[in-house]
């Protein structure tokens, strides 16, 4: 079974305004943690936001929210005013476990294009 | 912030030939390492876990003789692709878990991009 599913291959969003890509996931390990990256067309993986299975509240970094529902077992990335220089691929990730020395599960992206 | 470095950046080789593949963390001391392959248009793929002083550890479908991986220091480990072919051609990318004090941030290498002719 997929332990991290991402549904949506490609998104198109208008610049300025709101988007959420979906993820959902798979475990039975009660610790882990949820993790959004953005990967340009260098192929960089730049760390956009994590959420912990144990934490209360959603996690926001700037213009990132992740709307965490645990009991559904999903965890969106939500961008506010979408930007051009968004465009690139989404991937969600999984660490199951506790600590942070393990790797991570991806899922298969989203492709983000921004229009003017 | 932990830099993680890579070297190459991009490599072309021929069939048949072995390539090496750095992975360098600057500043902090990573005993695990993770090699990651991706594909085009695919997703990231854990290859194989790295452990400093130890054999790593191969994802299952992975060829432990053909994946080479030391890592022989606590910021360096080392990706040789040995008898490289056209369908080893991919993107490959290291990581390692943050230092002390660092609970969840995992640092990604900038990517090796293999292209085998």
């Known amino acids: 079974a997929q332990k991290i599913t991402q549904t949506q291959p490609g998104m198109f969003v208008q610049e300025k305004e709101a988007v959420t890509l979906d993820c959902t996931y798979d475990?039975?390990?009660?610790?882990?943690?949820l993790f959004w990256y953005k990967q340009p067309s260098s192929g960089e993986m730049i760390f956009l936001i994590y959420q912990g299975s144990y934490d209360q509240q959603n996690a926001t970094e700037g213009r990132y929210s992740l709307n965490f529902q645990k009991a559904r077992k999903s965890a969106n990335l939500v961008i506010s005013a979408s930007q051009l220089g968004d465009s690139a691929m989404y991937f969600c990730?999984?660490?199951?476990?506790?600590?942070?020395?393990?790797?991570?599960?991806f899922g298969s992206g989203t492709r983000l294009q921004v229009q003017p | 912030g932990a830099v993680v470095s890579q070297h190459p950046s991009w490599v072309i080789c021929k069939s048949g030939t072995s390539v090496k593949i750095e992975c360098r963390s600057l500043?902090?001391?990573?005993?695990?390492m993770f090699w990651y392959r991706q594909f085009p248009k695919q997703s990231l793929m854990l290859m194989a876990t790295s452990n400093e002083g130890s054999k790593a550890t191969y994802e299952q479908g992975v060829e432990k003789d053909k994946f080479l991986i030391n890592h022989a220091s606590l910021t360096l480990s080392t990706l040789t692709v040995t008898s490289a072919h056209p369908e080893d051609s991919s993107f490959y990318i290291c990581?390692?878990?943050?230092?002390?004090?660092?609970?969840?941030?995992?640092?990604f290498g900038p990517g090796t991009r293999l292209t085998v002719t």
């Open positions: 475990t039975s390990d009660p610790s882990y943690g």
């Open positions: 500043d902090f001391q990573a005993t695990t």
């Open positions: 990581s390692a878990p943050g230092g002390p004090g660092v609970r969840y941030e995992q640092y």
């Open positions: 990730a999984m660490r199951e476990g506790g600590t942070g020395r393990r790797a991570l599960t």
